[in-house]
T-cell receptor
């Protein structure tokens, strides 16, 4: 597709379950970013990849959060043992690369609700 | 820790009026982006500002960057209803070739007919 694709669009799960959120970036985009956006606030950086290498994971809240991009394309953000405070919109973005001065293009997000 | 603050947080303005949204940030950066977000939608890139003194214009919106003052502005001219949305600035921080965005708090703009 032409844009960043995320799935599922909505995920409702019980506390304690693991969830996996998927991001398919724009074709040819080297850099891929994960953000979390609370209602009424701006996106908050979680982690990012150049190709398959995770360059920065300083924004991941704790060790229950992890991300991978094994083939440098699709990425998965995994949250283990979910808690209610994990409920938020999770957004993925991609760009041609760092230092290229091109904006990040955002997907529609996955709305995660933990019961 | 980088802080990015926008003001105002909420803005209601009448059609046809002019107004400016301000974005202040707390550390050195020479790149800044502006995004628009409609309710329930994703973020749409509006402007990429790459250096001190950069000015970009698109329709009724004009963005500028003053890196010395650590300030960017988004000016709205003769507002129309279609401009109602939330606007975010995002500061680029580069570290050993890696870069990430820190977003501002957002300005929710409502244009009243």
């Amino acid at each position: 597709g032409a844009g960043v694709s995320q799935s599922p669009r909505y995920k409702v799960t019980k506390r304690g379950q693991d969830v996996a959120l998927r991001c398919d970036p724009i074709s040819g985009h080297v850099s891929l970013y994960w953000y979390r956006q609370a209602l009424g606030q701006g996106p908050e950086f979680l982690t990012y990849f150049n190709y398959e290498a995770q360059q920065d994971k300083s924004g991941l809240p704790n060790d229950r959060f992890s991300a991978e991009r094994p083939e440098g394309s699709i990425s998965t953000l995994t949250i283990q043992r979910t808690e209610q405070r994990d409920s938020a919109m999770y957004r993925c973005a991609s760009s041609l690369g760092t230092g290229i001065n091109q904006p990040q293009h955002f997907g529609d997000g996955t709305r995660l609700s933990i019961l | 820790e980088l802080k990015v603050e926008q003001n105002p947080l909420f803005l209601s303005m009448q059609e046809g009026k002019n107004y400016t949204i301000y974005c202040n940030y707390s550390t050195t950066s020479d790149r800044l982006y502006w995004y628009r977000q409609d309710p329930g939608k994703s973020l749409e890139s509006l402007f990429v500002l790459l250096s001190n003194g950069a000015v970009k214009q698109e329709g009724r919106l004009m963005a500028s960057l003053d890196t010395k003052a650590r300030l960017s502005t988004l000016h709205i001219t003769a507002a129309v209803h279609d401009l109602s949305a939330t606007y975010f600035c995002a500061v680029v921080i580069e570290d050993f070739g890696n870069e990430k965005l820190t977003f501002g708090t957002g300005t929710r703009l409502t244009i009243i007919p």
